[in-house]
């Protein structure tokens, strides 16, 4: 398959088992060394800078760092847009103010009961279990199910936009066929259900979108298929991922566990640490300009691996960033980036996040890894656990007088 | 939410300073928390001199 790398420094590789499996301690080794990993696996040559700061300066020069590519590839696809996450500016900035409004505070704060329904409803499904897998069973069924909500398809289409995230993202790194195909695929997806909402208009962001303008003309449907795929694909792998690894840890240390549920007021302040720590995302830039940042030459044509992850991890931000702190007060972190581009659905991700801690740990607070069933993580830019198998304590019965 | 008392949030997502924007005594570390966690320093407080009655 992949020749395996030996040397990060120069050669890093992001689909290499290593790469997933050491995440954390990879990046804490290459700091020793460089600042900015490099590799000639992918087109154009990468690179992967560890410093904050730098990553910093990268996501906010839009000059000479396009938003273009998603992820880094060893072919690079020609460019499908998904406005606004690949548009640069001047597009940039209509794009994303058109669809702001759906996902700001307020009015994600309105799918609270909703959310919370989903998540008891599936907690509810694990009863009579003892050992479920936390992340496929729980974590990763909240935000599709939140997504096919929002945008009023059919539940078990999650099936299908897993298969099809799977194809966009991991599957084309080393071949871009499985992007192509899939690409069709959503294509036809999406464009049955504009046509019905052109029609039969309701509340959903896709009749939103459909309705929407851009400088007084309708959206073309290139863009709106572009923004729906996005949708689909942000909305689901990104806070499975997260809630997968506030799970594990909490699996994994037993003292963090006992202290959030004696001490549930503190699940917010956690999350954040969470999401400092185990941030899932990895975004990816392509140099369209030559540039130097932090004294490290980029090359145009270059792509680079753009790794908020990374960026909270760094000890010129975070003190002692490889210790997960539960209650830390000082927490600028970068999970959702930084810049224009920061995540849209971050006070989405945030509510889902907080009430599957709150509603998971008032139903199971004494859980733990199944001893010989091995923790699996997702590869490439993403980054979280997509297979958690715990043991769930038994419960006292229901009439306690029957016992 | 870090401050609730402090900020709102308006139709686009986009912080606001609720009022006029003065910190009370009581409020003052809430507000140099959020000051310290704005990822993109978006925050900034001043010490002014109220006018003395």
Known sequence: MRPPVTDWEIDFDHLDPHWSENLYTLWSQLRQTCTVATSQRFEGGAYLPLRYQDIHDIAYDTEHFSSRILVVRGQKLPVSGMPPVTSDPPAHTPARRLILPPFAPKEIAKLEPRIREIVVSLLDALEGRDVVDASSEFAREIPVLMTTDMLDVDPSDALLFRQWIQALGTDSVSSIEPAMKAGEEVEEYFGRYMRDRRVNPGNDLISYLVQAELDGQPLTDLHIIGTLTLIMVAGTETTWSAIGSALWHLATHPDDRRRLTAEPELIPTAIEEFLRAYAPVTMAREVVKETTVGGCPYSRGGQVLLSFAAANRDPAKFENPDQVIIDRKLNPHAAFGLGRHRCLGSNLARLEMTIAIEEWLKRFPDFELVPDKPVVRSEGQLHGVKELWVTLPTFAPRHPGLG | ?53
Do not use: H, Q
């Open chain 2, 1 to 53: 939410m870090l401050a609730p008392e402090l900020f709102d949030s308006d139709d686009l997502g986009y912080g606001l300073v609720r009022g006029e924007g003065i910190v009370p005594n009581e409020l003052l570390d809430k507000a140099k928390l959020a000051v310290a966690n704005c990822p993109e320093f978006a925050i900034v407080i001043k010490r002014t001199e109220l006018p003395s009655t």
